[in-house]
């Protein structure tokens, strides 16, 4: 899911809590010394999508550099828009079958080819009927487009997963269910605009607050602390003993 493609996922087992962490390969950054106890979210309170609260976890802070993306103009961001329901049937007529995403998908690479843009083009004029599917390839790759609320939506797969894109204000936007937001695709990562023109990135599971004056993202990993060794049982009494105060000795009258 720009997300940090290419990570490896990570099955910690500490106690009765199950952790799932995602650590994005080569974007590791500078370490950082603070540490916060505790789970889940970014800055913005939001949940995290991956990994759950444990006692035994301790949250890291690295910073990871971001290059500076470019930012849609206010009326140029995706707010609020249906999406069109995930079709039925598939372009030869069988049952269309595919599973959920289980996070932001990477955007398909035709959709930075110009030959690819100008065939979007030319269907726009043509394939209008909302209650149609039309399927396609380019390149190879399949595609169907759909013209849903008076709004172009195209349907791709990542993964064996489907999910809808819509081309707006110079960007590519999809619509993260579990965060309920819309995100836009920018030099390999997926962009978040928060509330008061904040810029969030999608990293390692989660959105994170973009710095742009220093031009990293401070991202939160977890990691599993090792507990503390158990203490020695006390020594078992018997009639006419007791164990001393400090349990390692056992006193005989």
């Not at 099955?11 to 390969?25: E, I, N």
């Not at 913005?44 to 290059?67: L, Y």
Request: glycine residues 14%.
């Amino acid at each position: 899911m720009g997300q940090a493609e290419g990570s490896r996922t990570f099955w910690m087992v500490f106690g009765c809590g199950v952790l799932t962490a995602a650590f994005a390969s080569g974007l590791l950054g500078a370490g950082r010394p603070g540490i916060v106890r505790g789970g889940g979210g970014d800055r913005a309170g939001t949940p995290r999508r991956g990994w759950s609260h444990s006692p035994g976890v301790v949250i890291r802070m690295r910073d990871v550099p971001v290059p500076r993306p470019q930012v849609p103009a206010p009326a140029g961001i995706v707010r609020q828009a249906p999406r069109p329901p995930q079709p039925t049937l598939g372009a030869d007529g069988a049952a269309f079958r595919t599973r959920a995403l289980a996070g932001p998908p990477r955007q398909p690479g035709i959709v930075r080819n110009p030959d690819f843009g100008r065939q979007l083009s030319s269907q726009r004029g043509l394939e209008r009927d909302p209650g149609r599917f039309y399927w396609h390839r380019h390149g190879g790759v399949p595609y169907v487009h759909r013209f849903y609320h008076d709004v172009d939506w195209y349907g791709f797969w990542h993964g064996g997963a489907f999910f809808w894109m819509r081309p707006f204000g110079g960007f590519w936007w999809w619509y993260d269910p579990f965060f309920a937001r819309w995100v836009y695709w920018y030099d390999n990562y997926w962009w978040w605009p928060g509330p008061g023109g904040a810029l969030y990135v999608y990293m390692d599971n989660n959105y994170y607050p973009y710095d742009s004056v220093q031009g990293i993202v401070t991202v939160k990993s977890p990691q599993v602390e090792t507990p503390p060794p158990a203490a020695p049982p006390p020594p078992e009494t018997s009639a006419g003993a007791y164990a001393s105060p400090d349990k390692t000795r056992l006193v005989r009258i």
